[in-house]
């Protein structure tokens, strides 16, 4: 099955970028998630990438895709203390998410 | 507004009880799927339902039964054949056909003492 990686701890200075990265095992997923986690609360997307896509903008946030290394980025420029929260990957069928164990973000002054 | 609803949000129960955490959702959507989160671990599949009185066991399933009776409801009951009970739960729904954007809840912290 799928199995979907990440590192646990990232910390950043505010206004720096933050670059979060993820490895998955399955090359079938049609789509791959970002999500974010603030501190008790539920999960929301903050963006996806198509599979034959290699890159995605949104405002702040970039998406890298390498198909060949299986390997997925979520950068975000100008971090603010505001972006501080745990950031999960997930890839998978659109019936059955793996979700990565998640990257814990800490923005400093 | 329309969204995912848990309740309660934080419950504590005894050693050897059943308990039932709610989740209701008024986004016609037709997934449901329930989430466990551990530190550290991400989150794992317990059940998921694509359509009412149908579900499907996920990756932890052991310890843990649902129901589907109408759309917009799937409450997860733990019973007390699950050794590690104590862990934040989290709900989530999905519209078929779309990009498998998932909606979360806000998530119920269940605490056995």
């Known amino acids: 099955g799928e199995d979907v990686e990440q590192s646990l701890f990232l910390s950043v200075r505010e206004g720096d970028s933050s670059v979060i990265n993820c490895t998955y095992t399955d090359s079938s997923s049609t789509y791959l998630y970002w999500y974010k986690q603030e501190p008790g609360a539920g999960l929301q997307l903050l963006t996806y990438?198509?599979?034959?896509?290699d890159m995605k903008q949104d405002q702040r946030l970039t998406v890298l895709l390498n198909k060949k290394d299986k390997h997925l980025s979520l950068r975000i420029a100008d971090t603010q203390t505001g972006d501080s929260a745990i950031y999960f990957c997930?890839?998978?069928?659109?019936?059955?998410?793996?979700f990565g164990t998640g990257t814990r973000l800490q923005v400093f002054p | 507004d329309g969204g995912i609803t848990q309740s309660p949000k934080y419950l504590f129960r005894k050693e050897g009880q059943n308990v039932t955490l709610s989740c209701e959702q008024n986004l016609n959507h037709d997934a449901m799927y329930w989430y466990r989160q551990d530190p550290g671990q991400g989150l794992r599949l317990i059940y998921y339902s694509q359509i009412v009185n149908d579900f499907q066991k996920g990756d932890i399933a052991e310890g843990y039964s649902v129901s589907r009776e109408k759309k917009e409801s799937f409450p997860l009951t733990v019973t007390s054949a699950q050794k590690n009970p104590t862990a934040f739960y989290l709900c989530?729904?999905?519209?078929?056909?779309?990009?498998?954007?998932?909606?979360f809840g806000e998530g119920s912290r269940l605490t056995v003492l």
């Open positions: 989530a729904s999905s519209r078929q056909g779309s990009t498998g954007e998932l909606f």
């Open positions: 990438i198509f599979s034959n896509m």
């Open positions: 997930a890839g998978g069928d659109t019936d059955k998410l793996i």
